[in-house]
């Protein structure tokens, strides 16, 4: 197992926001957090990246207690839903930036750094635009960047918050397919958050169906579609 | 302004359904309306702002540029100017720094607390001035709570340096921290939150992403307060117990030489401080300018 939760539970003022959650990632995987609003998937994420807290329950990763390293040392890549990027930054250096905050004597020097990120710009096929800045490229161009970001770490896992919601649907589907495609060719760990079935059908290797802070139903998406663990699954799923 | 509106002839564009008469007294109308208002502001203005203006410099330079020079060469003139700078060398840095941290927590964060010390940091712009400089003589002065442990440790707070600073500071404390917080909160924690997630340290998230972010309206909120700083009267008058060529700042030593009759001096002092205030007028456009296309271009 990848990713280990145990019974993770936290709070919002008083409703739980995680109610007793309990999931696993497999090395490889690629897990979909499936749920309508409010299910508690962006705090999954949040959790898992270390920007928030829970107050019960336990997270491994790679058969390592998590919850007292702080969000920094953690080498999880979260790619943001409106992707974060620094607006100042040009996007070669957005990219850069996870490698250029490393202390000196885990930085690369600065030539394997450009090469880096050359290779990286070019592997998200947006190789042209790394003098630009944010505000000069398009959504789907800006989602790329933000992979780009944090893939640049070699994160253990990584973690996208509704990664195509503000696309529109054409630049939706083909990233969908591409982004597929480039977790099987890097070998990569993910856990992405959506709340559309159809994308949570097509992309998973495995579905998890969120509601109120708890876990409906694991499975693949065939299991998810065909044998719905109860109504809420059912109805959601349709 | 020429308001001659009613000899205006119908402009080509006007709808041709009612009489062209009709038609005439209407447009004559609202353009007479707008005509009046326009010259109504203009006029305020002129008598308000420009009026006064022009007055400081031609009183400063009433008896030629070589006597209001000379006024401006005068060792008491010179002490205020040094000690005006001198204080605003100080106090907007420390503002500065203060003001970004405070709008720092109120912008990123929810805490208990949180509108209290947002309406607290506006506090001395509903005070008067006279009560920001009282409150720093019933501390520090010969009879203020501190009063007389200073003056055993031989230390002067109130009619010296120290006392003009903390009043001018209390003053201008607001200036920063109110041209940063709506822009933080705009913002918002996420640039941030992601460079943790890269890996990032506290030093390296602020210089690195939080800074570049706020530089312009940090630059915008340090221009203000310097101007205030060095303008400042009320407060620095409290505390600066008036000593010439020792305690007046430029404000108070105008005050000094009016009140001597030494026009030109006055004014020519009055005159620099007005070049500043031009100065930072001009700068302050420039900022605005600067700060809005940040702002659109928000990515």
Redesign the interface.
Known sequence: MMVEMRDLRKLFGATPALDGLSLSVRKGEFLALLGPSGSGKTTLLRVL???DFVSFGSIEIGGRPIQDVP????????V?Q????????TVARNVA??LE??PRRDRPPAAVIRERVAELLEMMEIGGLGDR???QISGGQ?QRVALA??L??EPTLLLLDEPFGALDAKVRRNLRVWLRALHDRMGLTSIFVTHDQAEALEMADRIAVLRAGRIEQVDTPDGVYRHPANDFVREFMN | MSLTTETRPVPAWMPRRVTPRAATRRWDLTALRHGLAIGLALSAMAILLVLPLVLIFTEALSKGLGAALDALAEPEAWSAIRLTLTVAAIAVPVNAICGTAAAWCIGRFQFPGRILLTTLIELPFSVSPVISGLVWVLLFGANGYFGAWLDQHDVRIVFALPGLVLATMFVTFPFVARSLISLMREQGA??E?????????GW?IFF??TF??IFWAMLYGVLLCNARAMGEFGAVAVVSGHIRGQTLTMPLYVEALFNDYEWVGAFAVAALLSLLALLTLALRMLLEWRIERDRS???
């Open positions: 990246a270390g920007l969000a920094r040392e953690r080498r999880i890549g979260l943001f409106h992707y974060a990027l620094f607006r100042h930054m930036f996870g905050v490393r800045y944010p505000d800006r970001r944090a640049a770490v | 996420a640039e939150e992601a460079a943790i997630t890269l890996g990032a340290n390296q690195r992403v570049p972010n271009s928000g990515a």
